[in-house]
C-alpha cells in the first residue's frame, strides 16, 4: 500500500525555519518525481514545489522561491521542505505529494495526509 | 504562468442532477490536466488524470473531457457523498498550477 506520511508541523514565529519530512513507503520512492503542496485555511490549493527523482533539479513556486528547499533522500524514502524566514502568509496545511508535475504522460499522483504549519508571534 | 479559471465558484444543485464543471486555461495545456475532489478535513482525492482518465476506484459517474484550453468536469447524477469542492491542475508547463475551486452545494 502506498503511504505518504508527513511530519514537523507546529507553530514557529515569523522570521523562524522549520523543516519538514515525508516517510515514503509501498512504491519505489527513487523512481518518481515527488513535491509540496500548501494549503492556506479556508483558502484553495497552491504548489509549492517539485524535485526531480534523481534530486537533481528542484521547481518552485514564485511565492516560496529562496525561502523554501526541497531536498530528498533516497536512501530513507524521504523527502524534506526545508521553510526559512517563514512569513504569517506561509500558515497553511502543507501537502507531500507524488507524480505532481514532471512525469510526462506516465504520472501517478498520489498525495499525503498533511501537516499544519502555523507561523504567528 | 499558466492561470487556471474554475466556474461557476459555486455549483448549487440536488441529489440525482448533473453537475457541470469548467476549468480555463490562459495557454494550452495539452492533457495534462488533472481534477481533485476534497472534503472539509480531508485531503484532496484525484479523480480524473490526462483530462479524461479516471483514477482507480473512481466512479464512472465522473467523467472528463477537453484538452488545450478548455475541460469539463461532468458529475452524471449526483450522490450525498459528491458535495465537496472540486479542483483542477495542470502539470504541462512549470509552475504548476491549480485553479481556484468550484464549490459543488447542496440545494
Known amino acids: 500500500e502506498v503511504q505518504l506520511v508527513e511530519s514537523g508541523g507546529g507553530l514557529v514565529q515569523p522570521g523562524g525555519s522549520l523543516r519538514l519530512s515525508c516517510t515514503a513507503s509501498?512504491?519505489?520512492?527513487?523512481?518518481?518525481?515527488m513535491g509540496w503542496v500548501r494549503q492556506a485555511p479556508g483558502k484553495g490549493l497552491e504548489w509549492v514545489g517539485n524535485?526531480?527523482?534523481?534530486?537533481?533539479?528542484?521547481y518552485y513556486g514564485d511565492s516560496v522561491k529562496g525561502r523554501l528547499t526541497i531536498a530528498r533522500d533516497n536512501t530513507k524514502n524521504s523527502l524534506f521542505l526545508q521553510m526559512n524566514s517563514l512569513r504569517v502568509e506561509d500558515t497553511a496545511v502543507y501537502y507531500c505529494?507524488?507524480?505532481?508535475?514532471?512525469?510526462?504522460?506516465?504520472?501517478?499522483?498520489?498525495w499525503g495526509q498533511g501537516t499544519l504549519v502555523t507561523v504567528s508571534s | 504562468e499558466i492561470v487556471l479559471t474554475q466556474s461557476p465558484a459555486t455549483l448549487s444543485l440536488s441529489p440525482g442532477e448533473r453537475a457541470t464543471l469548467s476549468c480555463r486555461a490562459s495557454q494550452s495545456v495539452r492533457s495534462y490536466l488533472a481534477w481533485y475532489q476534497q472534503k472539509p478535513g480531508q485531503t484532496p482525492r484525484l479523480l480524473i488524470d490526462d483530462a479524461s482518465k479516471r483514477a482507480t476506484g473512481i466512479p464512472a459517474r465522473f467523467g472528463g473531457s477537453g484538452s488545450g484550453t478548455d475541460f469539463t468536469l461532468t458529475i452524471s447524477s449526483l450522490e450525498p457523498e459528491d458535495f465537496a469542492v472540486y479542483y483542477c491542475q495542470q502539470r504541462s508547463i512549470w509552475p504548476l498550477t491549480f485553479g481556484g475551486g468550484t464549490k459543488v452545494e447542496i440545494k
Open positions: 509501498g512504491f519505489i520512492f527513487s523512481n518518481y518525481w
Open positions: 524535485i526531480r527523482p534523481d534530486g537533481s533539479d528542484q
Open positions: 505529494a507524488r507524480d505532481l508535475g514532471g512525469c510526462g504522460s506516465d504520472c501517478h499522483p498520489y
